[in-house]
Each structure stands twice: as structure tokens, then as C-alpha cells.
């Protein structure tokens, strides 16, 4: 299929259309580098406690050692990491990838049922997982392969002052559910036993599995997208390449309050930036806006991602207009689309435009970003960046013309080899010529930009006529009495569907006949919502995605009941 490419036109300046992806062998060699070129910077920081490249790279040795000499453990064996953001996780990740062992990022969050199904479904052999979290982890491990257990606490290394949180943790927060898991092993013995092993030599290539990376639990059952050793070194290098002169190798501090478990803070927080010599400071509860305020004050930050519900979060959280900002030069906003009432507010408190991209786990994420050198928020997802190609197709697979409106496809070194285990899964989204099914409706531009219309599964259907939430939501959140907003479709007899709201206001006076009001002056008729719910929250994932689809489903459960 021959492939227009208008993006490439409008590349910043100094961004190259392709990427050498065989500049490294693996995420390990990528690593590696990092750790020799800025041995004495600071790496991680986390409740006060830094440490360097340098330590980084000894600690995560001695972990290396430990999975392979004293656990005997082998390239391809998974591993499981059930951590928030605390300094163990980057020493857990990269002594695992040094070890050549496959990573599954397990969230913390996850029931037991959830827990057992990964742990299962991936064959993870080991497991990391924080005190917090091993009671969940006691009520299924017999029923998995799992046959290592190391636990560890938010202050194991953090010194005396990690002895006092983890004791307020325990006892006096009761964030610590009891458990009973004999056979496990302290994180810092398990360095300690690592420490005389040497770290093992892998030969590790692009086709190598680096991580199970799972998705689409809110979809159904959870499927684990194989991302290779190529395909990650190949996103850090496009997203590399995208920042190039944006930013300062070795002077960078990057706020990290998306989980590192999860694939956008992964590769952009914990891989791109730790390539460019960056401080990754951890931000271990983002939910708690106050003290987030807090670190960010102390931190001198020149760059954050975040998730458009963090950004509106900290837009909302008293203090935050007064954070120092004189640094901040790149603000990255994915997992969701970024609204244009909280992108036009950001640049307005913090002088940084907020730039969005999008990917997804299947790409390892990144697949389009805007311009760093934007000016405004422009509404699109941005670019496809070196080596990606994307077009939209029609429901027959066929490519449409510019400005159509159809499926986004994305192809290019960072899409994933497949699900694990499951052909006829990938088979559905994967083709044999390489082109990924994203499952998002979007358009493209004769410049070459991208807009997400919406997911084809949120899609309203109006009396034949297509409702997209996203554009819906973006009217609302415009109304100045509203904090968060999401629209789902219910069903009706008249119509197929309607739109209903369900809305936190941040006027307690706002009344439906208000935003009522509002949307009929705003929207098209059978764009406006014949239903609106206010709540006092709304559903999130685990990255504080609005989960539309447990909106729809209690409907669905309040009808059958």
C-alpha cells in the first residue's frame, strides 16, 4: 500500500523522518549507556532520598545477580512488579531486563481475581511486590506458577527516616493489610545475596521479549501485548528524536506521577528521559493533590506528563498557582484526550503549553505528538514521529481520503509482536502486513495532523446519527461550574440511545436546567444530553482514566436487577 506522508512537511526543525533502531541491541544496552555517561547525576528521587545513576546501576547488579545466581533464573522467565512509583521499582525493572528476564508490570490496584488471572496468564515465575499489596497476593499465589515471592516497603531504601514511614504506615495509617507469605524474601536481602553473584552476560536482540505489557481489562479479560527489546528501543529513539533540542541531556527533571507500571510513564518517564540523563522524581500517591503540591515546590521540575484528570486535578488543588514554573519547558498529556477548557487553563497558570500525543500499549506507546514548539492547544493528538505511519481506513479496510473520518491504523518498529498466547486475539488486531487496528476513530488533516473523533466502543447513536463523547465532554467542561464530566449513551425507545452525564460540579449550585441550558446553546440537538447525573465522583482507572464503560454497565445492572 503506497502511504502519503503530509507529517512530514511540518516536522519541527531538526527532527529526522527516520530513526536507526539498530543503534542498540536492547533496552539493557540503552541502560547501560545511562548509567556510564551520567554516573554522578541524579537518577531517581523519592520522599527526600536520591540516588545516582551510579547507585542505580550497582543496586540493580545486585539484583541482576540475585534473580539469576541465587534464584537461577533464565532469560525469557517472567517476572512480575506489583510497585508505585518508589525507588525499588527502577532497580527491580532494570535489574530484570539486565538479567534478561520478561517484566510483567502488574498494578498494585488489582483484585485478587485480577492478580490471579495475570499472574496465570503470563507464567510469571517471580514476583516484587510492595507490603501494601502481598495480602492480595496470599489469597491466590498457590494457584499460580509463582515460585519466588520478594516484598518490600515503601521505606525500605530510604534509610531511618524509611523505618519511621513504614512503621506509621503499618500501624498507625493501617495501609498495610496482614499477611502471611513464609517463604518470602526482604528486597534488601535479596540485594544482599545478589551482590556477590556477577551480572550475568545475555545476549539479548530486538526480537527478545522485554515486557508483558496487559491491557484491556476494562474491555474484557486482560491481554498481555508482547513488547520486544526492538520495539521499546525504537519508541525511546522516536520519542528521542521527537524531544532532540527541547531538551538538555543531564539537566532534566522529570515529575513522574503516572505508574511506572504503566506503559506512557514507563517509556516517556522511566526510559526516554533516563536515556537523556534526567531526574525522575516519583510522586507515589498522585491522588493526594495537597501533597503533590507540596513536591512539586520542591522540585524545580522542567518537564511533567500526566493524564488529563491529574492535569485538572492539580488545576483545582489550592496552592498550585503558586508553584515555581520558570523551569517547566515540556508538558506531555496521553492516555486520554486532553480537554481543551483544561489545556487553555494550564498554559494560562503555568505559561507551558500542554502538548498532547497519544499511543497505546500496543505501540510501546508512542505513535503521534505534537510540536513541542506549539503555541496553543491545537484539539489534534499531533504528528505521526519517525519511522510510524498512520492512515484511517474505511470499515472495509480500505484507505480513505484526507479529512475522512475512519479508523486510525498505525504501523511502524514500535508495534507489538502480538498478545501472548492469544493468535486469534492479535489475528483480530494485527495484519499480516504489519498495519495495528487501534480501534479509535479519528481524521487526518492535509497537514498530516491527527484528530481522535473518539473509541468506535464508546460511539452514541442517536436516531442513526453518530454522538461522540469526547466532543460532548469538551463542551461541557467549558462551563465553568463543572470539574469532571463524563458522557455515556443509554438506551431509549424512541431514539436507539440518548446522551446521559454524569457530572462533579465544582459549583454546588449548578443545576441540570443550568447545563441544560448551556448544551442546547453549545450542541447540536441530538448531540444534548436528555439525562444529567451529578456525582460526587466518577470511576478511574488506575492512571485516573474516566472509565465510561462502568457508567454504561451500571445501568445495564440496574435494569436487570
Not at 499489596?133 to 527516616?161: C, N, Y
Not at 518470602?184 to 515486557?211: E, I, N, T
Not at 520558570?326 to 506531555?332: C, E, Q, V, Y
Request: proline content about 6%; aromatic content about 8%.
Amino acid at each position: 500500500m503506497s502511504i502519503e506522508r503530509p507529517w512530514l512537511a511540518h516536522y519541527p526543525e531538526g527532527v529526522p523522518p527516520q530513526i536507526d533502531v539498530n543503534q542498540y541491541a536492547s533496552v539493557a544496552a540503552v541502560v547501560e549507556e545511562a548509567f556510564e555517561r551520567f554516573r554522578h547525576r541524579p537518577a531517581f528521587t523519592s520522599f527526600g532520598k536520591i540516588l545516582s545513576y551510579g547507585q542505580v546501576d550497582e543496586l540493580s547488579r545486585q539484583f541482576a545477580g540475585y534473580l539469576t545466581g541465587t534464584l537461577k533464573l533464565s532469560k525469557g522467565d517472567r517476572i512480575a512488579i506489583m510497585m508505585p512509583n518508589v525507588l525499588q521499582y527502577p532497580i527491580a525493572l532494570f535489574g530484570a531486563l539486565r538479567a534478561g528476564l520478561v517484566v510483567v508490570n502488574t498494578n498494585p490496584m488489582y483484585t485478587a481475581r485480577e492478580l490471579k488471572h495475570q499472574l496465570e496468564d503470563s507464567g510469571a515465575k517471580a514476583i516484587v511486590v510492595l507490603d501494601n499489596f502481598a495480602s492480595t497476593l496470599q489469597q491466590v499465589v498457590a494457584d499460580t506458577h509463582v515460585e519466588h515471592i520478594i516484598t518490600t516497603g515503601i521505606g525500605d531504601l530510604l534509610g531511618a527516616k524509611g523505618v519511621l514511614i513504614n512503621f506509621v504506615l503499618k500501624h498507625v495509617k493501617k495501609m498495610v493489610p496482614a499477611y502471611s507469605l513464609p517463604t518470602a524474601v526482604r528486597f534488601a536481602d535479596a540485594l544482599s545475596q545478589g551482590a556477590p553473584h556477577p551480572l550475568p552476560k545475555v545476549q539479548l536482540g530486538h526480537d527478545d521479549l522485554a515486557f508483558l505489557q496487559y491491557t484491556g481489562g476494562t474491555t474484557g479479560v486482560a491481554k498481555g501485548a508482547m513488547l520486544s527489546h526492538g520495539n521499546m528501543v525504537a519508541n525511546m529513539m522516536q520519542a528521542g528524536a521527537w524531544i532532540g533540542k527541547n531538551v538538555k541531556p543531564g539537566e532534566e527533571v522529570i515529575i513522574t506521577a503516572l505508574p511506572l507500571y504503566h506503559i506512557f510513564s514507563l517509556t516517556a518517564n522511566g526510559l526516554v528521559f533516563m536515556r537523556l540523563g534526567g531526574l525522575n522524581w516519583l510522586i507515589t500517591n498522585p491522588r493526594d493533590m495537597p501533597a503533590f503540591v507540596k513536591e512539586l515546590k520542591k522540585s524545580k521540575f522542567t518537564a511533567l506528563t500526566g493524564v488529563n484528570t491529574l492535569f485538572n486535578g492539580l488545576l483545582n488543588t489550592p496552592g498550585f498557582a503558586d508553584v515555581d514554573f520558570s523551569r517547566l519547558h515540556l508538558t506531555l498529556g496521553g492516555g486520554m484526550a486532553v480537554q481543551r477548557a483544561v489545556a487553555e487553563r494550564w498554559k494560562k497558570v503555568t505559561g507551558c503549553t500542554l502538548a498532547e500525543a497519544y499511543g497505546l500499549t500496543e505501540t510501546s506507546p508512542a505513535a503521534c505528538i505534537n510540536p513541542l514548539d506549539l503555541k496553543d492547544y491545537n484539539g489534534s493528538i499531533g504528528l505521526p514521529i519517525p519511522s510510524t505511519d498512520v492512515a484511517i481506513w474505511s470499515e472495509d479496510n480500505q484507505p480513505l481520503p484526507i479529512g475522512e473520518v475512519g479508523e486510525l491504523m498505525v504501523s511502524g518498529p514500535q508495534v507489538m509482536k502480538g498478545y501472548w498466547q492469544r493468535p486469534d486475539e492479535t489475528a483480530k488486531v494485527l495484519g499480516p502486513d504489519g498495519w495495528l487496528h487501534t480501534g479509535d476513530v479519528a481524521r487526518m488533516d492535509e497537514s498530516g495532523y491527527v484528530y481522535i473523533v473518539d473509541r468506535k466502543k464508546d460511539m452514541i447513536l442517536v436516531s442513526g446519527f453518530n454522538v461522540y463523547p469526547n466532543e460532548v465532554e469538551d463542551v461541557v467542561m467549558q462551563h465553568p461550574g463543572v470539574a469532571e464530566v463524563a458522557a455515556v449513551g443509554v438506551p431509549d425507545e424512541h431514539s436507539g440511545e440518548v446522551v446521559k452525564l454524569f457530572v462533579v460540579r465544582k459549583d454546588p449550585k449548578l443545576t441540570v436546567e443550568e447545563l441544560k441550558k448551556f448544551c442546547h446553546d453549545n450542541l447540536t440537538g441530538y448531540k444534548r444530553p436528555k439525562i444529567i447525573e451529578f456525582r460526587d465522583s466518577l470511576p478511574k482507572s488506575n492512571v485516573g482514566k474516566i472509565l465510561r464503560r462502568e457508567l454504561r454497565d451500571e445501568k445495564k445492572t440496574a435494569a436487570a436487577s
